[in-house]
């Protein structure tokens, strides 16, 4: 647990498609409560946004319990369990099976209590193996976990974690506690984060020109459509990043990339004035940090990007008598 981290890691995720349509984080999903059997319920912050969305792998267990349980998509999104033995819902691992989820929109942080939240269902309760990721290549290990619906507080298993570190991956691994009968290995209905982030990636060319930092006419709109879901977070820190790809020197891509965040800060200090309490950072990471290939135009194209992370007043993560009457 940290005691020393004033603010905790809120990051929107924005995509800008060709046509400059964009899918948001539906702000009305933040802040539920979700039940654990019939008496307990736990609280995430980013509501629904707060869960895996895409499966990098899964290897099933020998042996494995029913075939219908095999799809490794129903590890995804909320907790919908209903019954073991009914239409699966949920995804079995199998005795020694494994499977890696990745957020997408949101990831997670080491925040002060439990950060991690994995729905583990079933008639049997089987322990497994918890490892989290940055990048998905380096891991760490979180130790063993007893099954259940059980939260993980980063904070106690990591010796000296890093601050404000992002995960974005999880590894779970069955540790083939019950391999007979007709349910063996782990159960898994969801994954969801507690200390969740999420965050927005801006594509450099529908906000500027080539080699430009001033802002296009319709980046200015989507920018204001952020605004609309920034300030539900009345307080907070903005953290806005600029990346490009590899052409030019490093030293230009440097600078390139700090004007366009330059101008991004410029625009959202100047339009939140009025909104609440916000303090700004701006950092270039220029052609680090690609996530993509530089070797072709579609990867650069992705390369050129602003990221604009939101670091919201810890009281956003504490539930309200509002929150449990939704």
């Known amino acids: 647990m940290k005691r020393f981290l004033p603010l905790f890691a809120l990051i929107f995720i924005i995509s800008l498609a060709p046509a400059f349509s964009q899918v948001v984080p539906d702000t009305l999903a933040l802040r539920k409560f979700y039940k654990i059997g ?3 319920e736990i609280f995430m912050p980013l509501g629904r946004i707060s869960f895996a969305d895409s499966v990098v792998s899964f290897k099933k267990g020998n042996p494995y319990g029913r075939k219908e349980a095999l799809n490794p998509a129903n590890s995804l999104g909320e907790p919908n ?3 073991y033995f009914k239409k699966p819902t949920y995804l079995s691992l199998g005795c020694g099976g494994q499977l890696t989820v990745e957020f997408k ?6 925040i002060e209590g439990d950060d991690l939240y994995i729905f583990e269902v079933g008639p049997s309760l089987e322990p497994f193996r918890v490892e989290i990721s940055s990048d998905g290549k380096n891991w760490i290990n979180l130790g063993d976990i007893n099954g259940g619906s059980s939260t993980i507080d ?10 404000k570190e992002i995960y974005y991956f999880v590894r779970i691994t069955d540790l083939k506690g019950f391999c007979k009968g007709s349910t063996p290995g782990s159960d898994i209905d969801a994954v969801g984060t507690i200390g969740g982030v999420l965050k927005i990636s801006l594509q450099a060319n529908l906000l500027f020109d080539t080699d430009k930092f001033n802002l296009k006419e319709k980046a200015l709109i989507s920018l204001a459509e952020f605004k609309q879901k920034l300030v539900q977070i009345p307080k907070a820190e903005i ?3 600029g990346y490009t790809d590899s052409d030019a020197s490093e030293e230009y891509n440097k600078t390139l990339g700090l004007n366009r965040a330059e101008a991004v800060k410029n625009y959202l200090k100047e339009y939140l004035k009025d909104s609440g309490e916000y303090t700004y ?6 052609e ?10 579609a990867g650069k194209q992705k390369n050129r990007r602003v990221e604009i992370i939101v670091l919201p007043d810890k009281e956003f993560y504490k539930p309200t008598e509002l929150d449990r009457k939704k």
Do not use: H, L, M
């Open 81 to 83: 369990f209903v019954s």
């Open 239 to 241: 953290q806005i990043e």
């Open 154 to 163: 980063i904070g106690k298993k990591i010796t000296k974690p890093e601050d």
């Open 38 to 40: 019939k008496q307990q």
């Open 288 to 297: 680090e940090k690609p996530i993509d290939t530089n070797e072709t135009e």
């Open 105 to 110: 929109d949101n990831g997670f942080i080491d």
């Open 281 to 286: 950072n701006v950092k270039s990471y220029g």
